[in-house]
């Protein structure tokens, strides 16, 4: 089955940086896109960050320049490196995958950072 593991969050000062990885089993990984969710408190998950198969990468406004996906396909891994971290970067952070028209979530990670 689709298993989604997210490691590497915590608390960090406003401008600090963390690195976020996501383990992914279950699936042929090189060949789907992974996202990378966030849900601040009391607002519903959004979207901050995706790759693609082919390695091709988008990012929301809010993160662009701060945030940078990217995958190891030996390794079945997703990160997510985020840097110039602001208090409303706070929240759970998921990694996600759409398999055969489903969509899985990891049990996140939270992310806390204080200003």
């Known amino acids: 089955q689709v298993r989604l593991v997210e490691r590497g969050g915590g608390s960090v000062q406003s401008g600090g940086s963390l690195r976020l990885s996501c383990a992914a089993s279950g699936i042929n990984f090189k060949l789907y896109t992974m996202d990378w969710d966030h849900q601040a408190p009391g607002k519903e998950r959004e979207l901050v960050a995706q790759?693609?198969?082919?390695?091709?990468?988008t990012y929301t406004d809010s993160v662009k320049g701060r945030f940078t996906i990217s995958r190891d396909n030996v390794r079945n891994m997703v990160y997510l490196q985020m840097n110039n971290l602001k208090p409303e970067d706070t929240g759970v952070y998921y990694c996600s995958v759409d398999y055969r028209g489903r969509v899985y979530w990891g049990q996140g990670t939270q992310v806390t950072v204080s200003s």
């Open positions: 790759i693609e198969s082919s390695g091709t990468t």
